[in-house]
């Protein structure tokens, strides 16, 4: 079974920080690239594109709404591991947040509204939620 999980959403304050971790298994993530996407509330049925890092774990893309406050890491040691690191977390921020794979179009630069089938693969999400 194909599966991507997130953890590590919570509440936090504005100014905090959050480590989110997505953790793939069933296909070979490992030579995939992977991404973080967002979805507010009331956005209805398009997510905000976040981040995209390759398989080489060193290529990374950033949206330029997060770009200096997140980082996107991963680990391929065993199952792919993913890591999202949300630093100096805005109001703003608020929202589930998915990890994602396959790409069919990749867009990974500046703003992207994603749309469901923009992605392959497609996890549950995990709620962030900053206020004070």
């Known amino acids: 079974e194909v599966q991507l999980v997130e953890s590590g959403g919570d509440l936090v304050q504005p100014g905090g920080s959050l480590r989110l971790v997505c953790t793939g298994s069933g296909v070979t993530f490992n030579s995939r690239s992977m991404s973080w996407v967002r979805q507010a509330p009331g956005n209805g049925l398009e997510w905000e594109w976040i981040s995209t890092i390759y398989s080489d774990g060193a290529t990374t893309f950033y949206a330029d709404s997060v770009k200096g406050r997140f980082t996107i890491s991963r680990d391929n040691t065993k199952d792919t591991t993913v890591y999202l690191d949300l630093n100096s977390l805005e109001t703003e921020d608020t929202a589930m947040y998915y990890c994602?794979?396959?790409?069919?179009?990749?867009?990974?630069?500046?703003?992207?509204?994603?749309?469901?089938?923009?992605?392959?693969?497609w996890g549950q999400g995990t709620q962030v939620t900053v206020s004070s």
């Open positions: 994602t794979s396959g790409a069919r179009y990749p867009r990974f630069r500046g703003t992207w509204n994603v749309r469901r089938d923009d992605f392959i693969y």
